[in-house]
């Protein structure tokens, strides 16, 4: 009976041991994602405020009730996994953010261009600035009530101006 007893006891030590597999002190293995660096998808991004994000001609960036408009479809290249790149096929402007948080369209793609993409748990996506934070807070891209471009430092991550659901263009 003792016997067991220690051998159990034992077997309960090595199994929380750290460094073993299954506890909470294993680090976690660094997943690999190659396949979708690179990747492009065309997309309308339909603001959780009910307006469609769109660059226009003029490179400024609204949004839109109207979802046939050809300034909406956005391009969707992954750079790294997770960080996007937001072009408007139409106009040809990058969707980009300046350290103030105003967005504005952009002919070249530089870091002020790159978003990272999050996709939350209510099945919506978010896009923060990668270069720019807002006192050490990332800053969100946004539309508010009105269709308007909010600025960053003024936006969350769970309000519901940040959130954007990637539609498919037909």
Same mark, same amino acid.
């Given at each position: 009976?003792?016997?067991?007893?220690? +051998?159990?006891?034992?077997?309960? +030590?090595?199994?929380?041991?750290?460094?073993?597999?299954?506890? +909470?002190?294993?680090?976690?293995?660094?997943?690999?994602?190659?396949?979708?660096?690179?990747?492009?998808? $065309?997309?309308?991004? *339909?603001?959780?405020?009910? *307006?469609?994000?769109?660059?226009?001609?003029?490179?400024?960036?609204?949004?839109?009730? $109207?979802?046939?408009?050809?300034?909406?479809?956005?391009?969707?290249?992954?750079?790294?996994?997770?960080?996007?790149?937001?072009?408007?096929?139409?106009?040809? *402007?990058?969707?980009?953010?300046?350290?103030?948080?105003?967005?504005?369209?952009?002919? *070249?793609?530089?870091?002020?261009?790159?978003?990272?993409?999050?996709?939350?748990?209510?099945?919506?996506?978010?896009?923060?600035?990668?270069? $720019?934070?807002?006192?050490?807070?990332?800053?969100?891209?946004?539309?508010?009530?009105?269709?308007?471009?909010? +600025?960053?430092?003024?936006?969350?991550?769970?309000?519901?101006?940040?959130?954007?659901?990637?539609?498919?263009?037909?």
């Amino acid at each position: 009976m003792r016997g067991r007893l220690w +051998l159990g006891l034992v077997w309960l +030590l090595l199994a929380r041991a750290p460094g073993t597999a299954g506890t +909470l002190n294993t680090p976690r293995r660094p997943r690999s994602y190659p396949h979708l660096e690179g990747d492009v998808r $065309w997309r309308r991004l *339909f603001s959780s405020t009910h *307006f469609f994000l769109l660059v226009d001609p003029s490179g400024r960036v609204q949004g839109t009730r $109207w979802r046939d408009n050809p300034d909406s479809v956005l391009e969707i290249r992954s750079i790294r996994v997770g960080v996007v790149v937001l072009k408007a096929v139409h106009s040809g *402007f990058y969707v980009a953010m300046n350290r103030l948080g105003r967005l504005y369209g952009s002919r *070249f793609c530089a870091a002020h261009c790159r978003f990272r993409e999050r996709i939350e748990e209510n099945g919506y996506n978010t896009y923060a600035s990668v270069r $720019w934070r807002h006192q050490g807070r990332p800053m969100f891209l946004a539309l508010d009530g009105r269709g308007a471009p909010r +600025l960053g430092g003024r936006t969350q991550r769970h309000h519901p101006s940040t959130l954007f659901l990637p539609v498919l263009v037909s």
